[in-house]
């Protein structure tokens, strides 16, 4: 044990570099980039700290450039998942029974590779695999996850600090321990920090995690697992495997020592998850955590008062930043039709401004659709649109997937406010506007709140400060991070921890402690320091 009351050092927000040209950080990124497009790499499993290869590979293409590949991954067998499962339960003992602050220092170590040496390598794997521009990928793969992993820390700290009240009679003391078995941690394809977050957020507090990126991810994965070997995670403390995703989480799901899923992805797979779990729920030693981010249908809405330049700005960053494919991504906006005019025409110029193509030339805004399976499905929907009575695309439109998977920013203006892709969650480069009446505010605003499933994000863009806190009232259980005055995108780690209701997931803000209490099962210690000798009480006097 730590002989000492030992103090983090204070988290801080990573700068995020600009990458302008002429600057050192854009030549290194660049350089980096080409050289990583044109090696092979082979990314295996990782067993017990192995590289475990399975010989059943799939092959990595850069979704801009579909043609070019750039390595291939091992896939998991049953046995490959079982052989995780023991080894991360093998490792827990050891891990959960060392001190916080080595648990601590791993990671702090961690967050200064991802903002240091392994920078460049983690954006230009993120550029490359998940088409993101340098700037989406900066605040991303390095800025992010290195906030997340400073952050967490910081939380870990004030965790175990939070005591109870003691007196002269007896000292109480909660313990913070690890759940008992391991954590199934699932990630995502678009963010790089998220697949760093999940299993370790959990792993700090002591826990094992199953850590199965997305298959779209696997470049930027493999970084990640470069940066925990090189900052001493032991062996069998985070196991990285990937393949049939069903197979996996049915045979995790299956184990009594199944402790908790850390999960970010669409909603019917979690709620998937949720029922196997229910129906599991008698084999398990413990009750185990659900803690999900999932799908959003997030809305901008624009008061009378509001700046229409300010308008088209947030709906042009919010709705189109990284293609659309960022869970919080405006993809529903509610314009007055007094303001309309001056939104559509900013909005229009603005779009028509973008540039798209690979991200390694950074004159480029957006890039591709991450596969052929997102492209397919936003080109059904613009074309259901174009031949719609009550919809209109006033930009974009168009898609060409000849060589990479890209998909027009476009913008539809529908006059029913129910019509389907203002309910529909599509994923990407696709915003769907209705125009409504000035004097319709509150009423539209009860419209907003009714049209979804979800509750992730959302804004209202206002001047008036009673519609700003009408809109603050209405909407309060419609979105778990609500923004005045700004796009419904780029929650910040210590700032805005991020998190929705409704079929947005569990809320359970990732990015703030709340998070890491979910990963933890308390116990109190209360210590008595002269014990009672007699049974009787004063009552009980003659």
């Known amino acids: 044990m730590g002989k000492g009351f030992f103090h983090v050092p204070p988290a801080v927000n990573e700068p995020v570099k600009s990458y302008a040209p002429g600057t050192t950080e854009r030549d290194a990124v660049l350089n980096t980039y080409r050289e990583m497009w044109e090696q092979q790499i082979e ?14 590979t799939k092959e990595i293409r850069p979704p801009h450039d579909h043609h070019h590949v750039v390595g291939k991954y091992h ?24 001190p916080w602050e080595q648990r601590a220092a791993v990671f702090l170590k961690a967050a200064e590779l991802v903002a240091g040496p392994y920078r460049y390598k983690l954006n230009a794997a993120t550029m490359i695999g998940q088409s993101k521009n340098i700037y989406q990928a900066e605040i991303d793969a390095a800025c992010e996850l290195a906030d997340f992993l400073r952050f967490n820390v910081e939380y870990m700290s004030q965790i175990y600090d939070d005591q109870p009240e003691s007196d002269a009679s007896a000292w109480n003391r909660v313990e913070h321990r690890p759940l008992e078995g391991f954590i199934y941690a699932i990630t995502p394809f678009n963010f790089t920090a998220i697949a760093g977050n999940l299993p370790t957020s959990a792993a700090m507090m002591g826990n094992v995690a199953v850590w199965k990126p997305s298959d779209s991810q696997m470049y930027s994965a493999q970084v990640v697992m470069d940066v925990f070997k090189e900052a001493g995670v032991p062996d069998g403390v985070i196991n990285m495997i990937v393949g049939d995703p069903e197979m996996i989480t049915d045979t995790i799901l299956a184990h009594p020592d199944f402790a908790g899923v850390h999960y970010t992805g669409s909603t019917s797979v979690f709620k998937g998850i949720w029922s196997k779990i229910g129906k599991n729920i ?40 990284f293609q659309g494919q960022k869970c919080s991504a405006a993809s529903r906006s509610y314009i007055p039709k007094s303001l309309w005019p001056k939104v559509k025409d900013f909005l229009i110029k603005d779009v028509q401004s973008f540039k798209m193509g690979s991200p390694e030339d950074m004159r480029n805004f957006i890039t591709a659709v991450i596969h052929e399976g997102s492209f397919n499905k936003l ?8 031949a719609a009575d009550d919809a209109e695309i006033i930009v974009g439109g168009n898609y060409d997937k000849s060589k990479g998977w890209f998909v027009e920013p476009t913008v539809i203006v529908t006059t029913n406010p129910k019509y389907e892709t203002m309910e529909t969650e599509l994923f990407g480069p696709v915003l769907t506007i209705y125009v409504y009446e000035d004097e319709k505010y509150e009423e539209t605003l009860h419209l907003v709140d009714e049209t979804s499933e979800y509750a992730l994000t959302g804004s209202i863009i206002s001047t008036d400060r009673y519609a700003a806190t009408l809109a603050t009232k209405i909407l309060e259980n419609a979105a778990g991070n609500f923004y005045i005055n700004d796009k419904c995108t780029g929650a910040v780690v210590g700032r805005q921890p991020f998190g929705g209701a409704r079929n947005s997931g569990t809320n359970d803000k990732a990015g703030s402690k709340l998070n890491l209490l979910r990963w933890v099962s308390q116990r109190l210690i209360k210590e008595t320091f002269v014990p009672a000798t007699d049974y009787r009480y004063p009552f009980m006097g003659e």
């Open 379 to 386: 080109a059904k929907y613009i074309d259901q649109a174009k």
């Open 75 to 98: 896939t998991a067998e049953k046995k490959h998942v079982d052989e995780a499962i023991e080894t991360a339960l093998a490792a827990r003992k050891a891990w959960a029974d060392l």
């Open 43 to 56: 990314i295996p499993l990782y067993i017990n700290g192995k590289e475990i290869k399975s010989g059943n």
């Open 282 to 321: 008698n084999n398990y030693k413990t009750y185990p955590r659900i803690v999900g981010e999932t799908g959003g249908k997030d809305f901008i809405v624009a008061h009378e008062s509001a700046d229409p330049k300010m308008v088209a700005t947030a709906l042009g960053r919010g709705a189109f930043e």
